[in-house]
C-alpha cells in the first residue's frame, strides 16, 4: 500500500486536518498556561500530546508524497506572554466543541481515504476525539456545567402519521404541531453550539488587534446571539422548558493570546460545522416551518462566512489547499 499515490481526496483531507490540528494546539497552549484545576490541566495535557503526535504523522506522509507541509498555525499564532482571556472553564466547554467539529471531520475523512494507512490514521483520529470528547464531557458533568435537553414527560406508544398536517408547521386553522423529539435535539444542539460561539466571538472582538477583524466578530456576536433567540423562541412557542446551557466567562483582558488569523480559521470553522448541522437537522425536520427557519438562518451565517473569507484574502491568512493542474492555463500558454 505505500507504493500507491495518495489521491487529491486524501492529499485534501490530509491538509483540512493539519490546519485544525495546529490551531487547536495554538489553543491549547493558551488555555494550559492559565488553568488552575488539575484534572482540566491533565485533559489539556494528554489532548495537546496526542494531537501532536498526529500532526508529526501527517507531516511525514507529505514529505513521502513529495507535496510541502502546509503551514497551518505555529509558535507565531499564540501569545504565550498574554493574559487569561476566557474563564471558569470556558477552556474545556471550548474544546468539547472543537472535538464536536473534529468527530464530524474525521468520520467523513474516513469515507473519503482509500490508502490503508488514511484509513487507519482517520479511524485512530475519531478514536481519540471520542476520548476527548468523553472526557470534556464527564468533566463538565461532574462541575454542574453539563446542562441536558428537554426531557420526554410520557411515553405515547407507538403512533404512525396519518394526517398530512403532521408536516405542516403553520396550519391555517388552529395550533401548529408540536416538535417531535428528533426536532427537538437538533435545536437544542444549535443553541448549545452557539452559545458557546458566542462567548468565543465576544473574546475574540475583545483582543483582536485589527478593527475590521474586531467589526467583523461583533457581528458573529449579534449572530450567535440571533440563532440562540430564534431557535429558542420556537421551542418556548411549545411550552418546552430547558435549561440555557453555561457559555464559561470572560476576564476583561484586551491582550489577544491569538492572532487574528487564529482567530478567523476558528470563526470559519465554526461556521462550516454550523452549515453542516443545520443541513443535517433539515434533512430530519418533519416540520415544515423549521427548514425555512433553519434556512434563513444557515444564509445569515452562509454570507457570514463569505464576507470571512475575503477579509482573510485580504490580509493574506487563507492558506490554499493544494491544486490541481490547471489545463487550460497550460492549453493558453501553447498560443
Not at 468520520?107 to 490514521?121: F, P, Q, S, T
Not at 443541513?279 to 423549521?290: E, P, V
Request: hydrophobic share 40%; proline share 3%.
Amino acid at each position: 500500500m505505500k507504493n500507491i499515490q495518495l489521491t487529491a481526496s486524501e492529499i485534501g483531507t490530509l491538509w483540512m486536518t493539519y490546519q485544525q490540528k495546529t490551531m487547536l494546539l495554538r489553543m491549547i497552549e493558551h488555555f494550559l498556561l492559565h488553568t488552575e484545576d488539575k484534572k482540566s490541566k491533565k485533559i489539556m495535557m494528554g489532548l495537546h500530546k496526542d494531537i501532536s503526535t498526529f500532526t508529526v504523522k501527517i507531516e511525514k506522509l507529505f514529505i513521502q508524497e513529495g507535496h510541502s507541509i502546509p503551514l497551518g498555525y505555529t509558535e507565531q499564532d499564540v501569545n504565550l506572554e498574554a493574559p487569561k482571556l476566557f474563564d471558569q472553564h470556558f477552556d474545556i466547554m471550548c474544546m468539547k466543541l472543537m472535538k464536536a467539529i473534529s468527530m464530524g471531520m474525521h468520520v467523513l475523512h474516513v469515507n473519503m481515504a482509500y490508502r490503508e494507512d488514511l484509513l487507519i490514521l482517520f479511524s485512530d483520529l475519531t478514536a481519540l476525539t471520542q476520548k476527548y470528547y468523553n472526557q470534556c464531557s464527564m468533566y463538565l458533568a461532574e462541575k454542574g456545567l453539563f446542562t441536558r435537553p428537554p426531557y420526554l414527560s410520557n411515553d405515547q406508544g407507538i403512533q404512525f402519521v396519518i394526517d398530512k398536517d403532521y408536516f405542516r408547521g403553520n396550519k391555517l386553522v388552529g395550533d401548529e404541531r408540536v416538535l417531535n423529539a428528533i426536532e427537538v435535539a437538533h435545536l437544542y444542539h444549535a443553541i448549545e453550539n452557539n452559545t458557546i460561539g458566542l462567548t468565543l466571538m465576544i473574546g475574540f472582538a475583545q483582543s483582536a488587534k485589527e478593527k475590521d477583524i474586531q467589526d467583523y466578530f461583533l457581528k458573529g456576536k449579534k449572530l450567535a446571539n440571533q440563532v440562540v433567540d430564534d431557535i429558542s423562541q420556537i421551542m418556548k412557542k411549545d411550552d418546552i422548558q430547558f435549561t440555557k446551557p453555561p457559555n464559561g466567562a470572560l476576564t476583561s483582558s484586551t491582550i489577544s493570546p491569538f492572532s487574528d488569523k487564529l482567530m478567523m480559521y476558528c470563526t470559519s470553522l465554526l461556521c462550516s460545522f454550523s452549515l453542516g448541522s443545520n443541513a443535517f437537522g433539515t434533512a430530519f425536520s418533519l416540520r415544515s416551518d423549521l427548514p425555512l427557519k433553519v434556512a434563513s438562518l444557515g444564509k445569515s451565517i452562509f454570507d457570514f462566512a463569505s464576507e470571512g473569507a475575503k477579509l482573510m484574502a485580504k490580509y493574506g491568512w487563507m492558506e490554499e489547499p493544494p491544486q490541481m493542474i490547471d489545463r487550460r492555463a497550460i492549453m493558453k500558454s501553447k498560443k
